[in-house]
């Protein structure tokens, strides 16, 4: 069982081990709004998770139409507002992930002549 941060104590989760691997086999292991697979690597498998399109916290039903596959990171960028329907939510998360890359790019990712000269296999 989750341990709850506000709480300190242990929590039920949300989804069930069973139910989770039915809807990631249902929706193929791919994030329902990147696109992610979580079969093509080990990395991706283990950033998969299951998703309430609703969120639970806005009284989200635990409801096979409310569950998607979901990478993590686009769980995260969704966060808990509320959407009319998965294409609103899919459309949210690409436009945010786009943004938070570029700001990436800009701020943080290094350049590819510096990482590609101090590569051993680049001489």
Known sequence: MPLSLTTLSLVASPVTLQEGLKILERDGYCCQYCGLDG???????????????????RKGKKDPRNLVACCRPCNAIKGTRVYANLEEAKAFVLKNREALRKTWGSKTARPMTKSLAASPSAA
């Open 39 to 57: 079969r093509a690597s080990f990395e991706n498998a283990l950033v998969m998770s299951v998703d309430f399109v609703v969120p639970r916290a």
